[in-house]
């Protein structure tokens, strides 16, 4: 065995769990406060692609500014418009969602045609670094550090702020935190935008890493409902779950290939969940 080779792969597999990481926070948001079980997430991250393809374009904003850009772009108007008449109906979300995932890929098939675009990126990303004996691009790394930052400031929003407070309330008991006061439809609308805001990130992100496609959604939602439901529906949850799943596919994938890694993945998931269907960490209490 080439140790080098070894360490080439547990490295690999730090970047591909930051990537399942980040396509899965805004769902894990979403789901894990609101219930929204949401089959257009994938198409929120194709928005955050495509929004900083025109902001790139069509108003020559950096990069680095399209990520922000991104986030303040994607998901209000959704909630506003539809998901507000439909929490605690998670059918009619589930229809719902899936109905605006095929709406918003059709349209913007439409505005944009099938041709791949691409995002430009500073030159300093685009070279690689070299960690000991093993070459890692640039751009992962700040994927790696983006990720990092966000997974920390989520967590100071939600457990040491007032907000994040009102939003455990919410999820516990939404009608006993109506008695103290707490607007649950307002932590409902924040909780929802800020998680489409982190899909619009994922896709700033994403689409320096693949080619932006109308279609590209598809390609991570999969990875991130698997990273939500294993994870058990909590912060927590989904940072260990895309840890585990992103090393044990690097590492099957150094022994096998990606096909069989992937397959081998999905199965041990399924497993997984037939004797924990409530996932790592479920969270605590049920939801009212």
Partial sequence: MDLGSLLNALILGVSIASI????????????????????????????????????????????????PASFVIVGLVLERCLIRYLYNRPLDTLLATYGVSLVLMQGVRLLFGSDPKYLAVPEIFQSNVMLGSVSISVFRVVVLLVTTLLVLALWLLFYKTRFGVQVRAVMQNKEMAASFGINSGRIYMMTFALGAGLAGVAGALFGVLAIVLPTMGASYVVQAFLMVVVGGGSLAGSVVASGATGELQSVFAFFTNDTLARFIIFVLIVVFLRFRPQGLFAQAGARR
């Fill in 20 to 67: 399942w990481l980040i396509a899965a926070l805004g769902l894990t948001i979403i789901y894990g406060t609101a219930g929204v079980i949401n089959m257009a997430h994938g198409e929120l991250i194709m928005l955050g692609a495509y929004s900083s393809y025109m902001l790139q374009f069509y108003l020559g904003l950096p990069y680095l500014l399209c990520l």
